[in-house]
């Protein structure tokens, strides 16, 4: 138990390495993220709406704005900077390839979800995309192209 | 947006949770997904969050034949995936419909009905399925039926000291059932959301049950409507009477949803698709 003002530890495994800070509990998971460095994780709208966020805790996709850090005490989390590999993930590639982003800023949470999809679903039809995508929105693309990137790398997995 | 500071305190056990919350001015943490946004927007606050995502014996759907029992940390998610498709179909349509797939991997079931949003997809399906809302505080088990649970907006019938540990749903045999939820945008709270059940033998309607959202400060049970159509065969103009008594009985909300007029215009028109009358 920790009093209003005081830290608490938290222990995470971050895209595989091992990290321990002393949070204030109101830290939220997207500051840190961000704070130590994994700054593709983007705040967006800042209350739940845009997916900008998007990481994966515990293999499942979640908000990072909505989620205290100290409540990923323990677990692990995957962050655009993880997926890789060292090269571009086939949804990465996607993306790039279709012209799936303008501005970019929504599309570390797009892929993060779009990861989070097709590890549950691996061959989505156009309407699962469009169900599986909707907490994520994007404000150039009109979202066609992300749907193609998203089918194109089902049929190329990794 | 950072939320004002608070203490923090993750029980092990049921019984240092309901300790705690008794004697500090405290809230539970369940999936965050409310309480959070909340928390950042500084419309409430709270000297401790007491996180209740250590208590994995609050998490699980037991069926136990005439009924289903579903532990109050059981995230939407799982009930998407999980048994409930076959036992209460109703609450699985309405759980794949909250939020969107991100906030259905946190929140939870217990979480979202201590809310008490009108507008959300729970309180509804529980209204039109007389669940019972279990709660745990060290003192006493208490048992209260949904129609008495949700006492107005964001006011659940919970006392200090008490936590919601579960939720019962009486298995429906012979039944269709519908929920029907219209947005503005997908992901968004419901403008107007229907929660149905249909019970038909031998050409005429034995039971029906409507249960709206959105529509009231509470979810809204149009029991006088659904006396309209018992010992009857369904048609175009008993339907259309049934959507017209529901939608005439409320008064709806104006907000940036829809206006008032707008919303009933919409409960008429899902409860009479639900029916399979035309709209």
Not at chain 1, 52 to 60: D, E, F
Not at chain 1, 129 to 157: L, W
Not at chain 2, 197 to 217: C, H, I, N, P, T
Request: hydrophobic share 35%; aromatic share 6%.
């Amino acid at each position: 138990m920790v009093n209003p003002g005081e830290k608490v530890k938290v222990r995470v495994k971050i895209n595989g390495v091992e990290y321990e800070e002393n949070v204030s509990p109101r830290k939220l998971l997207v500051h840190f993220l961000r704070d130590l460095g994994f700054t593709g994780t983007k705040v967006g709208c800042d209350t739940s709406t845009c997916g900008a966020c998007t990481v994966l805790l515990n293999g499942k996709s979640v908000k990072s704005c909505t989620v205290l850090a100290v409540q990923a005490d323990g677990k692990e989390i995957i962050t655009i900077e993880g997926i890789g590999d060292g090269k571009l993930h086939p949804l990465q590639e996607a993306f790039s390839d279709n012209f799936a982003l303008q501005c970019g800023f929504c599309t570390p949470g797009m892929i993060m979800q779009a990861y989070s999809l097709l590890k549950e679903n691996p061959t989505p039809s156009d309407e699962e995309i469009k169900d599986g995508m909707h907490g994520n929105i994007c404000r150039c693309t009109g979202y066609q192209n992300i749907v193609k990137a998203i089918k194109e790398a089902s049929k190329v997995r990794p | 947006m950072y939320p004002s500071e608070f203490g923090y305190f993750k029980p092990s056990t049921l019984k240092e949770a309901l300790d705690f919350l008794e004697k500090e001015d405290a809230r539970p943490l369940a999936g965050g997904q409310s309480l959070i946004p909340m928390l950042k927007l500084r419309v409430i606050s709270s000297k401790f969050l007491v996180d209740l995502n250590g208590l994995s014996s609050l998490s699980y759907v037991k069926d136990e034949g005439d009924k289903v029992r579903i532990g109050s940390m059981t995230k939407h998610a799982d009930l998407v995936k999980g048994n409930v498709k076959e036992s209460i179909p109703l609450l699985y349509d309405a759980a794949r419909q909250v939020g969107d797939f991100q906030v259905r991997n946190m929140g939870t079931i217990g979480g979202s009905i201590s809310n008490a949003d009108p507008a959300a997809d729970y309180p509804s399906v529980l209204t039109a399925l007389d669940a019972k809302v279990i709660l745990d505080s060290n003192h006493a088990k208490r048992e209260v039926d949904a129609k008495d649970f949700f006492k107005g907006p964001f006011n659940p019938d919970i006392r200090k000291g008490e936590i919601v540990s579960e939720v019962v749903f009486p298995k429906l045999s012979g039944y269709t059932t519908k929920y029907v939820k219209v947005v503005r945008r997908a992901g968004d709270y419901a403008m107007v959301s229907l929660a149905m059940a249909l019970k038909v033998k031998d050409g005429k309607v034995e039971d029906l049950r409507l249960a709206y959202s959105g529509v009231s400060d509470t979810p809204y049970r149009a029991r006088e409507a659904e006396k309209l159509l018992v010992g009857k065969e369904i048609s175009e103009e008993n339907v259309r009477e049934v959507a017209e008594m529901a939608s005439s009985a409320v008064n709806p909300p104006s907000d940036v949803r829809g206006s008032s007029w707008y919303r009933r215009e919409v409960m008429k028109v899902i409860t009479m698709k639900a029916l399979g009358g035309q709209p």
